[in-house]
């Protein structure tokens, strides 16, 4: 499968780490935990890109080609042997990061982690795109996570995105 992510120039040359997510948490991590965000159309990857600037800020699209084998679709749900139905709790939060209290969509997130899985698919805010978020610390042996660049044309470090 094809997914896509419209990084900050600044952070295109680390296209696979998942740490930037890392630091503040995102939809579905919290803070400290490794995720990937991706989108299944450059369409979707852009908008969530642009979804805190009206205009559109400088960024780098990369593709991604991905086989994982252990993928919780909250599209449409997901009952794991406890009879949870993680979709439906997922929808009713809005997949909204709540401030100051953790959110729901973080407490589903570490239930689905524990269950062994290396990924969530999840409807985009941004339309009618979807969403994967892949935790990187949790792909297995047989696993694909691979970044597109057949001419090496992303940098391979973050030396020209310095300060001035």
Same mark, same amino acid.
């Given at each position: 499968?094809?997914?896509?992510?419209?990084?900050?120039?600044?952070?295109?040359?680390?296209?696979?780490?998942?740490?930037?997510?890392? +630091? #503040?948490? /995102? =939809?579905?991590? @919290?803070?400290?935990?490794? &995720? $990937?965000?991706?989108?299944?159309?450059?369409?979707?990857?852009?908008?969530?890109?642009?979804?805190?600037?009206?205009?559109?800020?400088?960024?780098?699209?990369?593709t991604y080609r991905i086989v994982i084998q252990r993928v919780v679709d909250f599209r449409a749900g997901y009952?794991?042997?406890?009879? +949870? #139905?993680? /979709? =439906?709790?997922? @929808?009713?939060?809005?997949? &909204? $990061?709540?401030?100051?209290?953790?959110p729901p969509s973080w407490v589903l997130a570490d239930e689905v982690r524990r269950a062994g899985h290396a990924?969530?698919?999840?409807?985009?805010?941004?339309?009618?795109?979807?969403?994967?978020?892949?935790?990187?610390?949790?792909?297995g042996a047989n696993d694909v996570l691979r970044v597109y660049d057949p001419g090496n044309s992303l940098p391979?470090?973050?030396?020209?995105?310095?300060?001035?």
């Amino acid at each position: 499968m094809l997914f896509y992510r419209a990084h900050s120039p600044q952070w295109a040359s680390q296209p696979l780490s998942g740490s930037g997510a890392a +630091r #503040h948490g /995102g =939809r579905l991590n @919290r803070p400290g935990v490794n &995720a $990937l965000y991706l989108a299944d159309s450059q369409t979707t990857a852009i908008g969530e890109y642009q979804q805190l600037d009206s205009l559109m800020p400088p960024c780098t699209l990369v593709t991604y080609r991905i086989v994982i084998q252990r993928v919780v679709d909250f599209r449409a749900g997901y009952a794991p042997t406890t009879g +949870r #139905h993680y /979709g =439906r709790s997922y @929808r009713a939060t809005g997949g &909204a $990061l709540l401030e100051r209290i953790e959110p729901p969509s973080w407490v589903l997130a570490d239930e689905v982690r524990r269950a062994g899985h290396a990924g969530v698919l999840f409807p985009s805010i941004q339309g009618n795109g979807v969403n994967l978020v892949v935790y990187s610390d949790a792909l297995g042996a047989n696993d694909v996570l691979r970044v597109y660049d057949p001419g090496n044309s992303l940098p391979r470090n973050q030396r020209s995105w310095a300060p001035d």
